[in-house]
């Protein structure tokens, strides 16, 4: 079993950047692959971006493209998300998970573990 908490998050003008990161415990990181997801009020909860195991494969969900990067440190047992370019429609909670499987997943039923949620708010 593992552990996440989520850490980063803010209030933010739009086209300012933030940096969430989710430290892991209980299980190494490297057994993972891992996801961050966000949901915004009154929204279900939906993908952001993916990395796998060893950091060499991302992938992220189109509204991030090209803003967002996701990295990870095994030896830290943490992960990143770099978020640039923020926009007032990126205002949600944002969750790390942990998905036991070797692939990358973009649904969230598909994930092991959560971690509670970290808040970014994006003013316009």
């Known amino acids: 079993q593992v552990q996440l908490v989520e850490s980063g998050g803010g209030l933010v003008q739009a086209g300012g950047s933030l940096r969430l990161s989710c430290a892991a415990s209980?299980?190494?990181?490297?057994?993972?692959?891992m996801d961050w997801f966000r949901q915004a009020p009154g929204k279900e909860r939906e993908f952001v971006a993916a990395?796998?195991?060893?950091?060499?494969?991302?992938y992220y969900a189109d509204s991030v493209k090209g803003r967002f990067t996701i990295s990870r440190d095994n030896a830290k047992n943490t992960v990143y998300l770099q978020m640039n370019s923020l926009k007032p429609e990126d205002t949600a909670v944002y969750y790390c998970?942990?998905?036991?499987?070797?692939?990358?997943?973009?649904?969230?039923?598909?994930?092991?573990?959560w971690g509670k949620g970290t808040l970014v708010t994006v003013s316009s």
């Open positions: 998970a942990a998905d036991a499987t070797l692939l990358i997943h973009t649904i969230p039923s598909a994930m092991d573990y």
């Open positions: 209980g299980r190494t990181l490297s057994s993972y692959v």
């Open positions: 990395i796998t195991r060893g950091g060499g494969g991302t």
